[in-house]
């Protein structure tokens, strides 16, 4: 299924520890696999077309996260 985590990433999340309860529980993956996974979606252009809002999110999120280790 293509974008089914760039979908995943667009629940809101009501409190803290929910969005990795739900990652176990309704994907059946722990946090560490389902973040690989879904690095791989945003390489994936079916699934950036099918998601292009959450993937541009998640994109300028890393690049932000990047550029401050960066800055340490």
């Known amino acids: 299924m293509t974008g089914h985590l760039l979908a ?3 629940r ?5 520890g ?3 309860a ?7 993956l722990s946090p560490v696999r ?4 879904l ?3 945003l390489d994936d252009p079916a699934a950036i077309a099918a998601h292009p809002a ?8 890393m690049q932000s996260r990047a550029a401050w280790r960066a800055r340490r």
């Open 8 to 10: 995943f990433e667009e």
């Open 12 to 16: 809101p999340w009501r409190h803290a």
């Open 54 to 61: 959450t993937a541009a999110r998640l994109r300028r999120l």
């Open 18 to 20: 929910a969005k990795e």
């Open 22 to 28: 739900a990652i176990r529980d309704d994907l059946g």
């Open 34 to 37: 389902y973040y690989q996974q």
């Open 39 to 41: 690095l791989a979606e």
